[in-house]
């Protein structure tokens, strides 16, 4: 089996509204909803903006490890949308995530932070492909919303 190559797609910038809502404490770990208000994308193929009401169900775990469940809507600079759907992991030292609860700048290095992104669109419209392929991301968290750099597994 060959190495995996990647293909940059797109940096995407998601706004998100607070407070979250607090589900509290589950078998699983604390349960959070939290609204996506907007964002932005931008790359070589594909530009455009997040329509508000998206969500992302966050499950703080007990291991320590964050796990997002993010669904939202982007609408690309000539009007074509797209459904986007991730699953991710978020984890790092006890001091950086605490740093990073705080609302902090925290260097992305420091922690891990990766997503799997999964895409929909219309089957006949120009960004057809994106039904095609699998993506990845790296994350950072600023106290705006996440960033992401989204990649195309070729």
Known sequence: MS???????MEMR???????????????????????TGGTFEG?????TVRDGGGDWILNRTD????????????TSDGALVFMTYK??????????????????VDP???YFRTTPFFETAADGPYAWMNKSCFVATGRREPTGPIYRVFEVL
């Open 3 to 9: 190495e995996i190559k990647t293909e940059f797609v």
């Open 14 to 36: 998601l706004a998100v509204a607070t407070p979250l809502t607090a589900i509290g404490t589950t078998q699983y770990g604390d349960r959070r909803i939290a609204r996506v």
């Open 44 to 48: 070589p193929r594909l530009s455009g």
């Open 64 to 75: 320590g490890v964050t796990q997002l469940d993010v669904r939202l809507t982007m609408e």
């Open 88 to 105: 991710g992991l978020r984890h790092g030292p006890a001091d950086v995530m605490a740093r990073l609860a705080a609302g902090e700048i």
């Open 109 to 111: 290095s420091l922690l």
